[in-house]
């Protein structure tokens, strides 16, 4: 019986020095918090959303897991957040594998919006800096550093004041925006909706109101240096290469769209004093989106010509609520003409 027992304790050894579980090396792991909005009872509230990540060895790998489930772009976003972080430290990213564990209370509408705070996310992981919780963000990220607009800014601020936040940043040209309240009139068996908009200050309303600051920022190395304190110049920074003729072709795209852009805004400039009352925000909304297209093409010309394409039928389709249709269909047409020259 003895010596039974000792040769299972053997074969038992023997098996485990055999066998050997997979090892992954674990680079870091970390998590940040990310302002979203949610949609409760029909209409729209901030939401702060658990974004942690674990970094490991690997192959460039990125995977997402969302609970409850988030739209679809929400991948497209962590891969560029991995890239550009990756790119702003002068790392290999197919050396990594990145696992991004989203988490909130309720769904979230929308995913690039995020983009900006996962950058920082994983740039924290992989350089092992920690990460300024007083700070929080919102803002798309793009290949190239820069970040992106995003909406329901104001939802999002206030949701990052109530899970602490002490500066809130912000895309360019966001830190003013336009909200709309509804009010309903019975007129016989109709009923007609009103609309009333209106202009805010975020740095004006969180200053006074919270003692919060909000600043605008352009680039995501502006980002690291409140989240992290760490200073990148865009030198140190290893930026997206583009063969020289696909430049000429980006430069070229970017600066047609720029100019129906402009067209389009001078048009709706024209016709805004025409404008049924009804309509008028829809219109200076429409204002605001042209410009803000406009900036985008003047002053990001290595930007992807998708990018541009993408905001510009957003323009097309805000148009699609005037009475003036035939403004979007000129611009969706055109934009259309424009990307096919060159796909």
């Not at 790998?61 to 929400?74: A, F, G, Q, R």
């Not at 550093?145 to 999002?156: A, F, I, L, T």
């Not at 009352?277 to 406009?294: C, D, E, F, G, R």
């Amino acid at each position: 019986m003895r010596r039974a027992a000792i040769l299972f304790i053997l074969l038992v050894a023997v098996g485990s020095i055999a066998y050997q579980a997979p090892y992954i090396k674990v680079i870091g792991e970390g998590w940040i918090y990310a302002p979203a909005v949610s949609q409760v009872g029909g209409r729209y509230v901030g939401a702060l959303v658990n974004i942690s990540l674990i970094v490991t060895e690997g192959s460039g790998n990125v995977y997402v897991s969302t609970s409850p489930l988030t739209e679809i772009d929400m991948q497209a976003t962590a891969q560029i957040a991995a890239r550009t972080a990756c790119n702003l430290l002068g790392l290999n990213f197919s050396k990594y594998d990145f696992l991004y564990m989203v988490r909130a209370d309720s769904i979230i509408v929308g995913g690039p919006s995020a983009g900006a705070v996962m950058t920082i996310l994983t740039y924290s992981v992989l350089s092992g800096k920690p990460i300024n919780r007083s700070v929080m963000m919102t803002g798309t990220i793009n290949p190239d550093g820069s970040v992106g607009q995003v909406g329901g800014v104001k939802e999002k601020m206030e949701a990052a004041i109530s899970g602490g936040a002490k500066l809130f940043l912000v895309p360019p040209g966001q830190s003013v925006v336009t909200t709309y309240s509804y009010s309903y009139k019975k007129i016989g068996p109709f009923t007609v909706r009103y609309i009333t908009s209106q202009r805010v200050n975020l740095t004006k309303l969180a200053r006074e109101k919270y003692g919060v600051a909000v600043r605008e920022i352009g680039d995501i190395r502006e980002a690291l240096s409140y989240f992290l304190g760490v200073k990148i110049s865009e030198k140190e920074s290893v930026k997206p290469s583009y063969p020289s003729t696909i430049e000429t072709v980006i430069n070229e795209v970017n600066s047609r769209i720029k100019s129906e852009t402009l067209r389009i805004l001078g048009e709706a400039s024209t016709r805004k004093s025409q404008a049924n009352p009804l309509l008028y925000y829809t219109i200076v909304q429409l204002i605001a989106k042209a410009n803000s297209t406009s900036r985008l093409a003047e002053q990001a010309p290595t930007c992807r010509k998708m990018l541009l394409y993408r905001e510009s039928l957003s323009l097309a389709k805000e148009a699609e609520l005037l009475t003036y249709s035939e403004t979007s269909d000129a611009l969706e047409k055109k934009v259309k003409e424009i990307v096919s020259d060159f796909s």
